[in-house]
């Protein structure tokens, strides 16, 4: 998987971004703008906090091509198994086909690979194959090592995308994106881009550039706005959609 931003213009690509309405403060009439707003600029995924807000995701959302997305987890991933499956399942009843989760990053360290194989492997097959997972890594915390094990259980396991973070402690390097590429080689795994620090068009579009496949940020209606700017300037190739 990669991308090649030439075949992309104001038109289409919006389906690179995911928007996140996440903070403990949303009220219901942000939710709702933030939906259209995913609706406006054709997103990929308008995610929200919890679950809580699933009937008006469903509600603004509906007769779009924006899905509905949400997480599993606390911040740790050290959730026990059982409670991340209850709550992917019950996201999934709730009509949310994307769902991201955090792996156990105090197992990652320690290196416990069998531990997170049978994780990742128990949450694929408790939400079925057509949910896209996508396990968040806080590649801050990590060596090339561990990186590249957990990208490689994600391609045996069938997880969809490698997260590269939360955001809310150290995003990720270009370094690291393209290292995780090229660790996921011709695989079915993407990277989903987080954690991205100001100034956002220039490092979004970078990070894609880099190898991401997609982008998971507050500000996508912004970056894609600075879409132009960033083709003027050199940052962008040129439109090429042949």
């Known amino acids: 998987m990669s991308v090649n ?48 807000w699933a009937d008006v995701l469903k509600e603004e959302l509906a007769g779009s091509t924006v899905y509905m997305g949400t997480g599993c987890c606390n911040e740790n991933g050290d959730d026990t198994i059982k409670a991340q ?25 320690d290196h416990k690979y069998d531990f997170l194989r049978s994780h990742l492997n128990a949450l694929r097959g408790a939400v079925g194959p057509d949910i896209c997972l996508k396990g968040i890594i806080e590649v801050c915390f990590l060596t090339n090592t561990e990186i590249q094990a957990i990208s490689e259980l994600f ?11 939360l955001g809310l402690w150290g995003g990720p390097t270009v370094d690291n994106v393209r290292f995780i590429r090229k660790v996921l080689g011709d695989s079915n795994v993407g990277i989903k881009m987080a954690g991205i620090k100001a100034p956002r068009p220039q490092n979004t579009y970078a990070y894609l550039l880099a190898g ?28 090429n959609p042949d």
């Open 212 to 239: 991401a496949d997609i982008v998971g940020t507050r500000a996508a209606p912004a970056i894609i706005d600075g879409l132009e700017n960033m083709r003027k300037i050199g940052i962008v190739p040129a439109y």
């Open 155 to 165: 391609v045996e396991c069938g997880i969809n995308y490698v997260k590269t973070s």
């Open 5 to 52: 931003l030439a075949k992309y213009d104001r038109n289409n690509i919006g389906k690179l971004f995911e928007l996140s309405q996440v903070r403990p403060t949303n009220t219901e009439e942000e939710v709702r703008q933030g939906c259209r707003m995913a609706v406006k600029y054709n997103l990929r995924t308008m995610y929200s906090s919890t679950l809580y």
């Open 85 to 109: 499956i209850c709550e992917a399942e019950a996201a999934v009843k709730l009509g949310y086909s994307q769902i991201d989760f955090c792996v156990n990053t105090s197992a990652l360290l």
